[in-house]
């Protein structure tokens, strides 16, 4: 079975620290995805890659930066941490671009900032 | 209005019941998942579906791609299925959008 293991399941964080949250996939997946959820909110797409050294905007990019030097690893930084970034972060991959592939997501990481 | 609506949001039910999830979708589609997240988090997918019907042991999901409309059954439902359950859909421009879930308690 294909894994999607996040570096931490909870982490607690100062206001104004940088923040990194690893994600590592071990079946070759081309795709990977950074989300958050909130309460009511549901999942929103903050950055994703379709392949290594390649990153695009999701919905809500803001106040975050994403790093993809290898294929098995994307990483989620948060430059300078606010509270309103206290959520819960789950990371996903799926093997290629197109619809019927299906996603495989990590165990999530929940980030509290105080 | 969210592209993605599920119902009902919460649902609570005795051990035994068969239970029904709704999930309605406004804009057009390539696939539908079913997706589950237990308690801490992790979220497994159920099922993926771009027609007609698929069942997976006591789990059984339909969609009707004319009516925009997909339900999940629980049939003989158990307290381990008690979860948060989320409607997603891929539209056709590879984008995938969530319903905001449905939180199942089943009491034994």
């Known amino acids: 079975d294909v894994k999607v293991t996040q570096s931490s399941r909870y982490l607690v964080k100062r206001t104004g620290e940088k923040v990194f949250l690893e994600c590592v996939q071990d079946?070759?997946?081309?795709?990977m995805f950074w989300y958050r959820q909130d309460p009511g909110l549901g999942l929103r797409l903050i950055y994703f890659?379709?392949?290594?050294?390649?990153?695009e905007k999701g919905d809500i990019p803001e106040g975050y930066s994403v790093s993809r030097e290898k294929k098995e690893r994307f990483s989620l930084i948060l430059e300078s941490a606010s509270t309103n970034q206290t959520s819960m972060y789950l990371c996903?991959?799926?093997?290629?671009?197109?619809?019927?592939?299906?996603?495989?997501f990590g165990s999530g990481t929940r980030l509290t900032v105080v | 209005k969210n592209e993605v609506e599920q119902s009902p949001q919460n649902l609570t039910a005795q051990e035994g019941e068969f239970i029904t999830i709704n999930c309605s979708y406004s804009v057009g589609i390539s696939a539908l998942h079913w997706l589950q997240q237990h308690p801490g988090g992790g979220i497994v997918s159920l099922f993926m579906l771009s027609s007609g019907k698929k069942k997976h042991g006591r789990l059984i999901a339909t969609i009707n791609i004319q009516e925009k409309h997909s339900s999940l059954h629980i049939t003989a439902s158990h307290p381990r299925d008690s979860a948060v359950y989320i409607c997603?859909?891929?539209?056709?421009?590879?984008?995938?959008?969530f319903g905001k879930g449905t939180r199942l308690h089943i009491l034994p």
């Open positions: 890659s379709y392949d290594v050294k390649m990153k």
């Open positions: 996903a991959s799926r093997p290629g671009t197109g619809w019927f592939y299906g996603y495989t």
């Open positions: 079946m070759d997946h081309e795709n």
């Open positions: 997603a859909v891929a539209s056709v421009d590879d984008k995938i959008i």
